[in-house]
Nanobody, 123 residues
């Protein structure tokens, strides 16, 4: 299963961006999906997560500003980012747990990461 992230770019402080992460493959289902970010010189941190049933969680620094959602039919997770701040500047990565069913219906579980998309917030 592969994840493809998109939607990053340059935005002014106070602006908004929407990131997308689409999963592709065959005979699979996505479970928990998350967005992480890594700013220059800092460790990667969890931004937001969403379970297959829709339960969400957020990092303290983005609560009230970011919103994660998913479209299970499209195997896609979104991150709506509002009221962006310069400190939100980072490479954003999507990550997801999946179940793949082999040709004889044997389930295989795994985790994939997207390639990252750069978000730059100017002051």
């Amino acid at each position: 299963v592969q994840l493809q992230a998109s939607g990053g770019g340059l935005v002014q402080a106070g602006g908004s961006l929407r990131l997308s992460c689409a999963a592709s493959g065959s005979r699979f289902r996505m479970n928990d999906m998350n967005w992480h970010r890594q700013a220059p010189g800092k460790q990667r941190e969890l931004v937001a997560g969403i379970m297959s049933g829709g339960t969400t969680k957020y990092g303290d620094s983005v609560k009230g500003r970011f919103s994660i959602s998913r479209d299970n039919a499209k195997n896609t997770v979104y991150l709506q980012m509002n009221s962006l701040k310069p400190e939100d500047t980072a490479v954003y990565y999507c990550e997801g747990d999946w179940i793949h069913y082999s040709s004889d219906d044997v389930p295989v579980v795994g985790r994939s990461w997207g390639q990252g998309t750069l978000v730059t917030v100017s002051s």
